[in-house]
């Protein structure tokens, strides 16, 4: 065998680690079924908040595109991103995430993101995110479309 | 009333504030009482010297300074109070090249947005429970980054105890 590079490896307990008393308190806590029961009702007590923090980033999107700022819109994209699902917006989650993906990637490869593209995923989340039935199959549908879009045009760039 | 971990102490790491009062209400669930947040990496480190906590909980996606560079500092700064506190990552990217890049940062655990109770939890579980060992060597600290033990494992053998291993897969 060639000789490894040095390396280590640090047991815990070697390291400093949760007490044991504690650690044995906190896992009896975390395995107890009415604590889980205790955080899935502050959850969803946040989702109507959650709803309006990502209907307003939805707002701010649809204006940083109609103003032509894409840092803006990125920006926003990925806020509904990280909202949209804790506000029940699964489907304006997804297309948001795709957008920001597709801005990504345009960027690294240094071009120019196509201005149909994004406008449709603007459209679509602005959509998703107000319509009362947006977890449905149509949003997952849209979500796919758009992806495919996206895919295709960064597929275009990277092999020209 | 609830068990309370008056000596365990939280840090919150995430620039969207429904969120960190989101994670907060979570922790504090638990009986945390000292739950910090802060809004980026920077102020989080900060933050983390003056409070040194028992556990992070940090988004990945920050200005000026994201949960990745975060979490290396956290790991291989002198400044850092405790390189091995466990650091959960929380992030809505999927893109696999992100997980590997706050793997290689030192991520302990990952928890995918949406946020549930119950993923959380399983995670803050998982660290209590099962603490995994450390790694050094000179391209990375932080947690072992292999999991379980692959009896296929060809190689490439890098540790110093790699060699035990092999034997022992045997």
């Known amino acids: 065998m060639k000789k490894p590079p040095a390396a280590m490896k640090i047991m815990p307990g070697d390291y400093p680690v949760i007490g044991a008393g504690a650690a044995e308190r906190l896992l009896k806590v975390l395995k107890d079924p009415a604590t889980n029961e205790k955080g899935t009702k502050i959850v969803a007590s946040k989702a109507q908040e959650f709803r309006s923090a990502t209907l307003e980033h939805v707002a701010r999107l649809e204006a940083s595109w109609t103003g032509h700022d894409l840092d803006a819109v990125f920006a926003h994209a990925h806020e509904i991103r990280g909202l949209a699902g804790n506000a029940g917006l699964i489907a304006a989650g997804r297309i948001a995430s795709g957008l920001c993906t597709y801005v990504e990637e345009i960027a690294l490869a240094r071009a120019k993101p196509k201005r149909s593209i994004i406008a449709l995923h603007v459209e679509a989340i602005a959509r998703a995110a107000r319509a009362s039935d947006e977890a449905t199959r149509l949003g997952d549908d849209v979500a796919r479309e758009l992806l495919t879009a996206a895919r295709q045009h960064l597929a275009e760039v990277k092999d020209a | ?170």
């Not at chain 2, 840090?11 to 429904?18: F, P, T």
């Not at chain 2, 992070?56 to 700064?77: C, H, K, N, Q």
């Not at chain 2, 947690?143 to 190689?155: A, E, K, Q, S, T």
């Open chain 2, 1 to 170: 009333m609830g068990a309370t971990f008056d000596h365990l102490k939280a840090l919150v790491v995430e620039d969207n504030a429904h969120m960190r009062v989101l994670l907060r209400s979570l922790l504090a669930a638990l009986g945390l009482k000292d739950v910090r947040e802060a809004a980026n990496g920077s102020e989080a480190f900060a933050l983390m010297r003056d409070m040194n906590p028992d556990l992070i909980l940090t988004d990945l996606t920050m200005r000026p300074v994201d949960g990745i560079a975060f979490t290396r500092e956290v790991r291989l700064s002198d400044q850092s109070p405790n390189p091995f506190v466990p650091v959960i990552m929380i992030t809505g990217h999927t893109e696999r090249h992100r997980v590997v890049s706050a793997r290689d940062a030192g991520v302990t655990e990952f928890l995918a947005k949406p946020i549930t109770a119950q993923a959380l939890y399983l995670r803050i579980a998982e660290i209590v429970e099962r603490p995994r060992p450390f790694v050094r060597c000179d391209a990375y600290f932080g947690p072992d980054r292999r999991r379980r033990v692959d009896p296929n494992f060809l190689g490439p053998w890098r540790r110093y105890d790699d060699e035990f291993a092999r034997e022992d897969a045997r």
